[in-house]
């Protein structure tokens, strides 16, 4: 069984972060220090870093969070970013999309301890919950795939003119490059890299913001779409 790193303090940024729900955040770090590293869902070097990197650095992506919209994080992990989005955000309503039953059930666990309402854990793969979940406004996502296949997996779990926001590092303009002609053939109009957490963390968190217009996914996924919902319509008459 590996040995959990000790954790070290919260930063005095992360009571700025977190406001009133702070408590339920060292309850996080805690949780993740301890059964997330004895169940292999974070590396143990990571614990001492755990507010800078993780828990702070998802945290600050709500800036660019509209109000009040429907969110999946698609593969969450150990629930980086949705987690600690779900803590600031209580307007939100979060979707918390995992294929592994580990992780699911860590997620589900974290959520109930948390006392997070507004958040639902879902065990599956993003293409394969399509029809099955609502379309959202936004799908997040963190350090789960390059931009090109990761637009794949969450834009068509999109809502028209919804959008896209991925934590990414200092290759976030590059991808976008590559990323150019996948992202076209989904439907996306819009690209941007966004630098949040000023004064909060260091170095800022990057955000790839992808925008979609009024097909979420482009063509193929448009037929997929409506063959999802003739199905929910015919088993809803039965």
């Not at 993740?32 to 828990?55: Q, S, Y």
């Not at 948390?114 to 793969?125: A, E, F, K, P, Q």
């Not at 482009?218 to 008459?237: C, D, I, L, N, S």
Request: a positive charge; proline letters at 7%; charged letters at 25%.
């Amino acid at each position: 069984m590996t040995e959990a790193a000790e954790l070290p303090p919260a930063p005095e940024q992360a009571r700025a972060v977190f406001g009133e729900f702070f408590p339920e955040a060292v309850r996080y770090a805690e949780l993740l220090a301890d059964a997330g590293v004895k169940r292999g869902l974070i590396g143990p070097r990571e614990v001492p870093r755990l507010w800078e990197r993780h828990l702070l650095n998802c945290a600050v992506l709500s800036e660019v969070v509209p109000q009040g919209v429907t969110v999946c994080d698609v593969g969450s992990g150990a629930g980086l970013p949705g987690i600690p989005l779900a803590l600031v955000r209580r307007d939100l309503k979060i979707t918390l999309l995992e294929p592994l039953l580990r992780r699911t059930t860590f997620l589900q666990e974290a959520v109930e301890l948390l006392g997070l309402d507004h958040v639902t854990v879902m065990r599956g793969r993003a293409e394969e919950v399509l029809g099955k979940l609502q379309p959202v406004h936004v799908v997040t996502a963190r350090a789960v795939a390059p931009l090109d296949r990761l637009a794949g997996w969450g834009v068509p779990l999109l809502r028209p003119y919804g959008e896209m926001l991925a934590l990414k590092g200092d290759t976030a303009d590059e991808e976008l490059v590559s990323a150019k002609t996948a992202l076209a053939k989904l439907g996306v109009v819009k690209t941007s890299v966004l630098q949040v957490g000023e004064g909060l963390v260091d170095p800022l968190t990057t955000v790839v913001r992808v925008e979609v217009g009024e097909s979420p996914g482009g063509v193929r996924f448009a037929a997929k779409r409506a063959k999802a919902a003739r199905v929910g319509r015919t088993r809803r008459r039965r």
